[in-house]
């Protein structure tokens, strides 16, 4: 399970297949480890072990080398002011269970992947 948050303020939570491609902020995603988390930040968000990982350029090139199936999207850069607000609703969206731990590296910090 997983939503896709939007520059434009839109979501999307449907098949991997048919995601929006261009503007991605944040995708709140579950995690077995820690009940969920946030990646976000990011140049390129690629799906890969049913699952969206956030990568670099150098992340999306092997990404595009390895066989099989392939699905990127794109983040986009907005103000700060914007994107603060569209974290805001990412950290808080309600159908997602309640944070359990954290990473042991990000005990201190927000759950950002």
Request: net charge negative; aromatic share 16%.
């Amino acid at each position: 399970m997983y939503r896709i948050y939007y520059g434009d303020g839109s979501t999307y939570a449907g098949l991997p297949e048919t995601a929006p491609v261009f503007g991605v902020q944040a995708i709140v995603q579950q995690d077995k480890d820690v009940g969920w988390i946030i990646s976000a930040e990011r140049d390129f968000y690629v799906w890969r072990d049913e699952r969206w990982w956030g990568v670099d350029v150098f992340g999306l090139v092997q990404y595009l080398h390895a066989p099989g199936w392939k699905r990127v999207l794109l983040g986009e850069l907005i103000t700060i002011d914007r994107w603060r607000e569209i974290n805001a609703h990412a950290l808080q969206d309600r159908e997602f269970a309640q944070k359990h731990t954290y990473l042991p590296e990000r005990r201190d910090r927000r759950p950002i992947e």
